[in-house]
């Protein structure tokens, strides 16, 4: 599962064969009440020469991984060449792992 969510957006869910529409708010509810029960991974990659990145969520990060570089969906990863699991952006600009949003909420 991958979610992108725009903050500016609505969005139109379809539950149990109802369709309502949605603000984001709403949406982040829904997905942390399917997620509860399951572990999930988010993870970063790359292209061959860094200048595209990408964000996902999944279930299973190997299977995931392994689907990008073989290409198996044609979408945003496939078109631009992303498959390099990137984790030293995140320990370079922030090795102890902070939360860098404490301060956005004081």
């Known amino acids: 599962m991958e979610i992108s969510i725009d903050p500016t ?21 829904l997905i942390s009440k399917l997620m509860k029960d399951h572990q999930y991974f988010v993870y970063i990659i790359t292209n061959r020469v860094n200048t595209v990145f990408y964000i996902g969520v999944t279930g299973n990060l190997q299977e995931r991984i392994w689907q990008h570089k073989q290409k198996v969906y044609q979408c945003f990863t496939a078109r631009y060449d992303c498959n390099k699991l990137k984790i030293n952006l995140i320990v370079n ?11 956005w909420f004081e």
Request: hydrophobic share 25%; charged share 10%; net charge positive.
């Open 9 to 29: 957006a609505s969005y139109n869910m379809s539950l149990r064969g109802g369709t309502t529409k949605q603000t984001p708010r709403h949406v982040n509810h």
């Open 93 to 103: 600009s922030n090795p102890a792992w902070n939360d860098l949003s404490v301060s």
